[in-house]
């Protein structure tokens, strides 16, 4: 069945996920034997455990415990968005609650396979993974407000989960905590500045929501520094850049695709999205060995021709045509995008990296 705004329903009231691509959050699994291996104290005595243990007892005080709490506002403000961008903001939210979801798996089984191994680091896992299911139950209770939610039992045991080695997957969530505390704040901050584009209640939230977002990146942040072969060398400065650039053009993409929903909160997508790079490289160029230089000469260009490419895949994908001749219409698009994300690889980057990493070499520009 659907509803009247054309999404497929499971059941009355339950949305079916929307299709996995690319460019959705995903699922994540790894090889959890080795993450056993990486915190076992026993075979790796020279963990930071001082500063471990200080972080887990800041996770246990919970500032966030009374905060989700719902105001009034929220079932009328959603009553108030109708048309086109009623289905927009439904998009958004689902997105948001997927990623968060995601999250909350992979840091509960990350928690639970650690226990024996290192209880300190498997405890602050398991309170990661409260932070993430807190915010994930909050936007579905806000889907609710649309007469629509998402079955998230259902999604854990049905949806594709992407095998990532552990280094992969410090990698990318420490990237993915970043950058999701700068999209959160800087809406926060503009919202604050503009309350007549305040769309909907939850963004009022975001100021708090967004510092669990900060703990965990420092979390993790502990967690790279802990592994030095994740931050010197020529492979550790490769696989910055590929991370770094991964996360970007996901979000830059992503976001341009659906820059009605950002208008609609007074926000220039292109401005929005290049403030959250740019801030999210600045802030990640005091870990990783290696980021990309976002004042590169043609950076920007680049980027923005991806996006005039994967608006000509999206609009193939609303067309009407057979499903074979989709496939060969996006080929040149695709490849296109394929060798725009080879062309930033190749750009200049910058040097970067922690003092207490690198030593004085570090933040060589």
């Known amino acids: 069945m659907t509803d009247d705004l054309g999404f497929k329903l499971m059941r009355r009231g339950v949305k079916v996920a929307a299709k996995e691509s690319i460019l959705t959050p995903r699922f994540y699994t790894t090889d959890f034997d080795e993450v056993d291996d990486i915190f076992n104290l026993e075979k790796n005595p020279n ?4 500063e471990l243990t200080a972080m887990l007892e800041e996770f246990r005080k919970d500032y966030n415990q009374k905060h989700f709490v719902r105001n009034d506002g929220f079932h009328d403000a959603a009553d108030e968005i109708q048309g086109p961008m009623r289905k927009i903001f439904i998009e958004f939210l689902e997105r948001s609650c997927t990623a968060e979801f995601s999250g909350f798996l992979l840091y509960k089984e990350l928690g ?5 191994s290192n209880p300190v680091v498997a405890e602050i896992f398991t309170l990661l993974a409260r932070d993430e299911a807190r915010h994930a139950g909050f936007i579905n209770k806000a889907l609710s407000d649309f007469n629509l939610a998402l079955d998230l039992g259902f999604l854990t ?12 997957i410090i990698y990318a969530t420490y990237l993915s905590e970043k950058i999701g505390y700068w999209r959160y704040i800087s809406m926060y901050r503009h919202l604050q500045r503009n309350p007549d584009n305040q769309l909907y209640p939850m963004f009022e939230y975001f100021e708090n929501w967004c510092q669990d977002e900060n703990r965990h990146g ?23 850049r590929f991370f770094c650039l991964s996360v970007y053009i996901t979000m830059y993409l992503n976001d341009h695709s659906r820059s009605a929903f950002y208008g609609a909160l007074g926000l220039n997508t292109t401005q929005f999205n290049r403030h959250v790079i740019i801030e999210t490289n600045n802030a990640t160029a005091r870990v990783f060995p290696e980021v990309p230089d976002c004042d590169a000469p043609g950076f920007w260009d680049v980027m923005d021709r991806m996006v005039g490419y994967n608006e000509k895949l999206i609009a193939i994908d609303r067309s009407e045509a057979p499903e074979f001749l989709k496939k060969l ?10 060798a725009g994300c080879l062309q930033l690889f190749f750009m200049p980057t910058l040097r970067s990296g922690s003092f207490d990493i690198e030593g004085a070499g570090s933040y060589q520009y």
């Open 47 to 50: 963990l930071p455990m001082e």
């Open 112 to 116: 639970r396979r650690l226990q024996k």
């Open 157 to 168: 045991k049905n949806r594709t989960y992407t095998f990532f080695k552990p280094k992969f």
């Open 218 to 240: 420092d979390f993790l942040t502990a967690v790279l520094k802990a592994r030095p072969e994740l931050l010197n060398g020529l492979e550790a400065r490769l696989w910055s």
């Open 329 to 338: 219409q996006k080929l040149p698009y695709t490849e296109r995008i394929l």
